[in-house]
């Protein structure tokens, strides 16, 4: 059975950074491709960034490029994010997510119907 845990969330203030790591376990995982979601309250979740199985290329949704960053680190089963510059508008539950498909671009992760596994959600507060 593979499962994700996600960790690294918190109440920070605007401008400081964070730093969210996703491990993953379980015999059969691939993960070939890996993402990060959020979900605000009294919103839909939303797709924030993703990473092909070699790390090559990466996708973000426009209101966190140039402040995010995701890596993985296969040979540990880690995907992390790295948040800086952060605003109150970053505040919102992260998801890790981890898909069992294969595609050489990361156009297809995202959307979260590519996704196999979640994890349980960390929390990410900015103050203003």
């Known amino acids: 059975q593979v499962r994700l845990v996600e960790s690294g969330g918190g109440l920070v203030q605007a401008g400081d950074s964070l730093r969210l790591s996703c491990v993953a376990s379980?015999?059969?995982?691939?993960?070939?491709?890996m993402g990060w979601f959020r979900q605000a309250p009294g919103k839909a979740r939303e797709f924030v960034a993703a990473?092909?199985?070699?790390?090559?290329?990466?996708t973000y949704t426009d209101s966190v490029k140039g402040r995010f960053t995701i890596s993985r680190d296969n040979a540990k089963n880690t995907m992390d994010l790295q948040m800086n510059s952060l605003k109150p508008e970053d505040t919102a539950v992260y998801y890790c997510?981890?898909?069992?498909?294969?595609?050489?671009?990361?156009?297809?992760?995202?959307?979260?119907?590519?996704?196999?596994?979640w994890g349980q959600g960390t929390q990410v507060t900015v103050s203003s």
């Open positions: 990473i092909t199985w070699s790390g090559s290329s990466t």
């Open positions: 997510a981890g898909s069992e498909e294969y595609y050489s671009s990361t156009y297809w992760y995202r959307t979260e119907d590519r996704y196999d596994y």
């Open positions: 379980g015999s059969t995982f691939r993960g070939y491709g």
